[in-house]
C-alpha cells in the first residue's frame, strides 16, 4: 500500500541552527501539507502546497519556514533558524485531490528536538 | 474557544466493550475526518464524513451537519484499539482543523 514516508524519525538541533525536514508524499497526490504537534497539544496545520507554489499557510509559518518541492517526488520543510517552542512532531500528509473533499495521507513524523 | 471539541478527553474500556467518541464543531465544515493516532506518533485516517454513516470492520462512523456533531463508534473492543483518536474537519479549503483528541485505553 503507497504511504507517506517521512526522514528523519527524529531529529536533535541545537538553537539557531537551521534544519529540513523531509517528506516523499504518494506517487500520483497532488496536494501536500505539512502539520506540526506539539507534546501535549493538538495538531496544527501549518502549510498546504499545490502546483508548486503555497496555497495557504497558518500564522506559524512565519519567516523562519519555507517548503520546497526540489523535484519530483521530495518536499522538504525548512526551519531557517530553530527556537526551543520549534520543538515539536512535525507530520507531512499528501492528498490526491483539494484537502477539503479528500482523504488525507500522513507520514510517521518527524520528532524534532531543540536544544 | 476551539472550534472542534471532543468528549471524552480519555476513555478507558474492558475488551469486547461498546465505545463511542463524540466530536462537536462549531463552523460551517464541507468534510469531517476521524484519524487514529498510535503511541508512536504516526497518524492514519480511518474516516471522512460529509453527510450519513460510514462503516469500516468494527468502526462505524457517524454524522450529523445539523446539529454539527459526529461520533465514532467501536464494537467489540480490543486491546488494539488503544490508541488516541482525533476528529478533525475541512472548512471548505485545504487545511485540517483538529480536535484535541479522545485517548482511549482498552484492556484484556
Known amino acids: 500500500e503507497p504511504e507517506v514516508t517521512q526522514t528523519p524519525s527524529h531529529q536533535v538541533t541545537q538553537m539557531g541552527q537551521e534544519v529540513i525536514l523531509r517528506c516523499v508524499p504518494i506517487s500520483n497526490h497532488l496536494y501536500f501539507y505539512w502539520y506540526r504537534q506539539i507534546l501535549g497539544q493538538k495538531v496544527e496545520f501549518l502549510v498546504s502546497f499545490y502546483n508548486n507554489e503555497i496555497s495557504e499557510k497558518s500564522e506559524i509559518f512565519d519567516d523562519q519556514f519555507s517548503v520546497e518541492r526540489p523535484d519530483g517526488s521530495n518536499f522538504t520543510l525548512k526551519i531557517r533558524s530553530t527556537k526551543l517552542e520549534d520543538s515539536a512532531m512535525y507530520f507531512c500528509?499528501?492528498?490526491?485531490?483539494?484537502?477539503?473533499?479528500?482523504?488525507?495521507?500522513f507520514g510517521q513524523g518527524t520528532r524534532l528536538t531543540v536544544v | 474557544k476551539n472550534e472542534v471539541e471532543q468528549s471524552p478527553q480519555n476513555l478507558t474500556a474492558q475488551e469486547g466493550e461498546f465505545i463511542t467518541i463524540n466530536c462537536s464543531y462549531s463552523v460551517g465544515i464541507s468534510a469531517l475526518h476521524w484519524l487514529q493516532q498510535h503511541p508512536g506518533g504516526g497518524i492514519v485516517s480511518l474516516f471522512m464524513l460529509s453527510s450519513g454513516k460510514k462503516k469500516h470492520g468494527r468502526l462505524i462512523a457517524t454524522i450529523n451537519i445539523q446539529e454539527k456533531h459526529s461520533s465514532l463508534h467501536i464494537t467489540a473492543s480490543h486491546p488494539r484499539d488503544s490508541a488516541v483518536y482525533i476528529c478533525?474537519?475541512?472548512?471548505?479549503?485545504?487545511?485540517?482543523?483538529f480536535g484535541t483528541g479522545t485517548r482511549l485505553q482498552v484492556f484484556p
Open positions: 478533525a474537519v475541512n472548512r471548505g479549503t485545504d487545511k485540517l482543523i
Open positions: 500528509a499528501s492528498s490526491e485531490g483539494e484537502g477539503a473533499n479528500t482523504e488525507a495521507f
